[in-house]
């Protein structure tokens, strides 16, 4: 461990930089962190050094955080120091590396662009260790190196990270198949690279891409699933490759041979894919610009942020692939509020039609148009979202004015798209563009379609082929002088917004106009129609005027002068670089006014019939805090204290500090709840003080109180109603509230599946709630209600459902607690539960009641589950499933009816009839056949065969004759042996079972017996129902 000073080596060695440049803060945390290091370890020898490092972990977190950061510190920028810091870091670390995940993450996120070279060769061979050492949680980190690697990107530094990630994943690929997640990732993200490696030199990258691409399509096909139609589309660009042009055909003609479970491509076509993946193939900085400039840059201001955009990734030949990626990702991520659609920020038609303006290749301006329209193909209106086919509509529309040419091309290949796209699904096509449509004209996205069909604009044969394919859309409505009215304020609109559509997108010599001149031109009329938006963006001073006349004088000066100081640096104005940051805010003299205000509604005159009028000056003065973010970029105790250190928890911080018996502690809390009812955001701030701040530790059941308090007065409903405006207003803190949620409220969120529905919704990866559910910080199911959960997320979107067992499965909960959902399963509709089941069964001893609901599913051709799982069971497991389904076979051969339908009358589901258990069994013995297995040669199934063949009809004996087969050859096999014994022992139930004539052997054997025999013909009866009652007990 000796090296020299901390600043002297790590100074300047992390992150690129110039003299001009502010220190970073991590950069110098990581400093301090090798200082610390260093210092303790310095001058003295390895072994004293780990004694002495390992002294100090042991004394709190804070000194195990500062080890642990110096020793990554250390790895990333001294390479020959890597192995020892790495060894010395397994040793050191308590919590499972998970302080140094966190730290990669971040890293890979915010400071990849930045790293040095060295750094950023350590950082992925740092990687290939915890890959290599299966740390829980590494294959998230996979996941987001995975995002690092650049689209439409061949320089040197994007094809290196390409080739070091591809090696990984196929130097580890057992760890790789453990995680459907990163399965699906890993193939998502290369089958795209694919395309951008075709030139001579990239081959053999090429060639390493498709052969870990086909392994894990061929492998774990019903892993790869869940990318959905997306998939399809990039199996599309890479068809005419020999490799994957096999797949393509066995994916069209011979879908079984993939998966068993895979119907067909249409399963594909008709499946959402989820923004997760869509997001991963735009690097973060790529995220951060467009989510920058569909949230903050203004319509008619966007040239020099697309110019800076078009410069730093799109002005390459190879570049031209991204087009793609960039609309995929704004139809299926980017879906901005309400707030945002009404105001003059940039939409997202406005950057989709500049996109397809940059394309320079016939080639990337189809895969373009598809890529805008994909989700046009097969709409399903109760599975997609609106959002991901409005801009295409919105461009054609806004486009046919000044740009014509946009419209007609896009128009003409949503035409052409339907018969070409794939002819045997021309019907399902035609149909998901048609609910496209109509779905467009029900949510108002446009008025009607006749106008931008039916345009003089368009050329005759355009408009033929228009009114061919869609003729339902290409007549005017009926009711003319409505129809005149909305035209006339469509129009109105339309000229306006023509105004800045003239230069929008003309990519002519990439001269995008920032409309200065017409504004000055037209400005009367613009500001007219653009002033009531500007209002709703422009951050102003907050008009209390109505209430304040309500308040006595001295709460009016607190509140005015709260005001006061708000207003000072409330005004915010237009951003105009990337990354925000918002003004310095003088908290201090605001949290004094604010504290006084608290403390004159605590006073015994203070009159409660102004509370309301109060309510509302606090939610209007506060208002633009709760707009922005509450949780802090990188979490420390610090950033905890200081983000709840904020005038409005004023009122949070009094009420912690109150005993409840306190006459105040009810005035505050019905303050509170009257502050809930002008801005429903306080609940969710409410929680986040309880859980950050140090003074609130232990304090989390007041929330029960502020419920009560409410008018909604329940904690249940509170609580979701307050998780979900936080789901929709920030997911980090919605992850970050989740742990303190479920283990102060279980009765409230694992009672039912509202909550969860709501992460598994939104979350990227469920890593980091796995990782607090195996530390035992986090429950979130429980053996009682798991089940019904389960049962409820069947009807959520695919991700969800996958998160949803991921998070099942880190429980330590018995398969045997929901095995029960087996009977809800339907294999066209679960695909996603029982495929996680099979991969779960697959790893467990079979028991007697898990072998009874895998019997008890229905018998189809294509539904391959009960098959698969018993094949796996009988080459592992042979012995214990024949006696249970020994059991089963006797149990429901010998079960009355009228019990039997007693029995089932509490629970249809719970029915398991012995044809069910047969035709199972033939299914078995057929996937068995010319195999090495000797399932059907064991004991107990061919005695249960025996068994339920001495008593079933002939027609199931007919059905079933092959099975009984065995059985048959098994009696004929123990007669001989068996004979003199069954002589002797004639009250033995198997006595009957011999059907061929006596032997001379017998006949010699014993004459009593043979005459008691003959002068008893009805005895073989009697004894065939005394062997069914002693069947079960003695076996």
């Known amino acids: 461990m000796e090296a020299a000073p901390a600043k002297a080596k790590l100074l300047g060695r992390l992150l690129v930089s110039n003299q001009l440049d502010a220190k970073d803060e991590l950069e110098e945390k990581l400093e301090r962190c090798v200082g610390v290091v260093h210092a303790l370890s310095n001058g003295l020898s390895e072994r004293e050094a780990n004694d002495a490092l390992t002294a100090n972990v042991c004394k709190g977190p804070q000194q195990h955080d500062e080890v642990c950061l110096g020793l990554f510190a250390l790895l990333l920028t001294e390479p020959t120091q890597a192995q020892r810091c790495y060894r010395d870091l397994t040793l050191m670390n308590r919590d499972g590396m998970s302080v140094i995940l966190v730290k990669i993450n971040q890293i890979l996120m915010e400071k990849f662009l930045k790293l040095q070279d060295v750094a ?146 249409l399963q594909l076509l008709t499946a959402r894919t989820s923004r997760k993946f869509l997001a991963c193939r735009l690097t973060p900085d790529m995220e951060t610009k467009l989510l920058f400039m569909t949230s903050r840059v203004r319509f008619g201001q966007q040239k020099r942020y697309q110019d800076w955009f078009q410069r730093q990734y799109l002005s390459t030949v190879e570049s031209q692939s991204l087009r793609c990626d960039l609309i995929r990702y704004i139809c299926g991520v980017v879906h901005p509020s309400n707030e945002v659609l009404s105001s003059d920020i940039l939409p997202r038609w406005a950057i989709i039609g500049w996109l397809l303006t940059t394309c320079t290749s016939n080639v990337a301006a189809s895969n373009a148009k598809l890529a805008l329209f994909y989700d046009w193909l097969f709409f399903n209106p109760d599975k997609d979202s609106i959002m991901n086919i409005e801009p295409a509509i ?56 006749a106008p931008l069909f039916d345009n003089p604009k368009l050329d005759r044969e355009l408009r033929s082929m228009l009114r061919e394919r869609f003729p339902e859309f290409c007549s005017a409505p009926s009711p003319p002088m409505e129809v005149k009215m909305d035209e006339m304020t469509s129009m109105e609109m339309d000229n306006h917004m023509m105004d800045k559509e003239e230069g929008c997108y003309d990519n002519a010599e990439a001269a995008f106009s920032d409309d200065e001149e017409e504004v000055n031109n037209k400005g009367k009329k613009r500001e007219f129609r653009f002033h009531p938006i500007r209002e709703v963006v422009k951050e102003e001073p907050a008009d209390i005027t109505p209430w304040l006349d309500q308040l006595e004088d001295t709460m009016k000066d607190k509140v005015v002068q709260l005001q006061k100081s708000r207003s000072d640096w409330a005004g915010g104005g237009l951003v105009t670089q990337w990354n925000l940051h918002l003004p310095t805010r003088d908290t201090e ?121 409410t008018a909604l007065g329940d904690l249940h409903t509170c609580l979701m109603m307050d998780m979900k405006a936080c789901q929709e207003d920030d997911v980090r803190l919605l992850c970050y509230l989740t742990p303190s949620i479920y283990s102060e409220f279980p009765d409230e969120t694992l009672r039912s599946g509202e909550l969860l529905n709501m992460i598994v919704a939104v979350i990227d990866s469920t890593q980091e709630l796995m990782c607090h559910v195996m530390m035992g910080n986090l429950v979130m199911f429980r053996k009682d209600s798991v089940l019904n959960i389960l049962i409820q997320s069947l009807d959520w979107e695919t991700f969800e459902q996958y998160s949803t067992w991921q998070l099942f499965l880190a429980h330590s909960i018995p398969l045997e607690t929901i095995i029960g959902i087996l009977q809800h399963l339907k294999y066209k509709e679960h695909p996603e539960a029982l495929s996680c089941l099979l991969l779960q069964l697959r790893r467990e001893k079979p028991s007697e009641e898990m072998v009874k609901m895998v019997l008890s599913r229905p018998c189809h051709s294509e539904d391959q589950f009960t098959s698969s799982l018993l094949r796996h069971w009988a080459s592992k497991h042979d012995d214990t499933l024949a006696e249970h389904i020994k059991t089963q076979l006797i149990k429901n051969n010998n079960q009355p009816r009228k019990r039997q339908s007693l029995r089932s009358s509490s629970s249809k589901l719970a029915q398991l009839t012995l044809e069910q258990i047969l035709e199972h069994l033939d299914n078995l013995r057929l996937s068995l056949t010319n195999t090495k297995n000797n399932f059907f040669s064991q004991t107990p199934i061919l005695q249960a065969l025996q068994h339920v063949q001495a008593s079933c009809d002939e027609v199931h004996k007919m059905r079933f004759s092959e099975l009984f087969a065995l059985a048959e050859e098994y009696e004929d096999s123990q007669a001989k042996p068996l004979k003199s014994r069954r002589k002797a022992a004639a009250t033995s139930p198997r006595s009957r079972k011999g059907v061929a004539p006596p032997t001379n052997e017998e006949e010699s054997a014993s004459s009593s017996a043979s005459e008691e025999e003959d002068s008893k013909p009805k005895a073989p009866k009697r004894k065939r129902k005394g062997s069914s009652a002693v069947g079960s007990d003695s076996d």
Not at 155 to 176: P, Y
Not at 242 to 255: A, F, I, Q, S, V
Not at 671 to 693: C, F
């Open 120 to 265: 950023r060769k350590q950082l992925v061979w740092l990687v290939r260790e915890l890959v290599k050492s299966s740390v829980i949680g590494a294959d998230g980190v996979v996941m987001t190196l995975l995002k690092q690697i650049a689209g439409g990107d061949v320089s040197t530094k994007n094809l290196w990270l390409a080739e070091s990630v591809l090696d990984i994943l196929q130097e580890q690929k057992e760890w790789v198949v453990k995680s459907g997640m990163l399965i699906a990732m890993s193939v998502y993200t290369y089958l795209r690279l694919i395309v951008d490696h075709g030139t001579a030199s990239l081959l053999p990258l090429r060639q390493k891409e498709v052969d870990f691409c086909i392994s894990l399509l061929r492998d774990k096909f019903l892993e790869c699933v869940i990318m959905g139609r997306d998939l399809v589309r990039l199996l599309q660009n890479v068809a005419r490759i020999t490799e994957m042009d096999l797949l393509w055909r066995d994916l069209l003609h011979n879908p079984q041979a993939l998966s068993p479970q895979f119907t067909g491509i």
């Open 394 to 449: 919105l461009v054609m529309h806004h486009s046919m004015k000044p740009h014509p040419a946009i419209t007609a091309t896009l128009l003409d290949f949503m035409c052409r798209i339907i018969p070409h796209f794939f002819p045997p699904l021309e019907v399902q096509v035609r149909q998901g563009v048609f609910n496209s449509l109509t779905f467009i004209m029900e949510k108002r996205v446009l008025a009607h379609l």
């Open 589 to 709: 003299t605001q949290c004094e006014v604010m504290q006084d205000i608290v403390d004159l509604i605590l006073e015994d005159d203070f009159d409660t019939e102004q509370m309301s009028a109060l309510a509302s000056c606090l939610a209007e003065v506060f208002k633009e805090h709760f707009r922005g973010d509450v949780l802090p970029e990188d979490i420390t105790d610090e950033s905890l204290e200081e983000s709840v250190c904020k005038a409005v928890c004023l009122v949070f911080r009094n009420l912690v500090t109150m005993q409840e018996d306190n006459s105040g502690f009810s005035v505050l809390l019905d303050m509170l709840a009257e502050l809930y009812q002008k801005q429903p955001k306080i609940g969710y701030h409410l929680l986040y003080y309880l859980k950050a701040s140090k003074a609130a530790n232990g304090k989390m059941m007041l929330y029960e109180s502020f419920a009560q308090a």
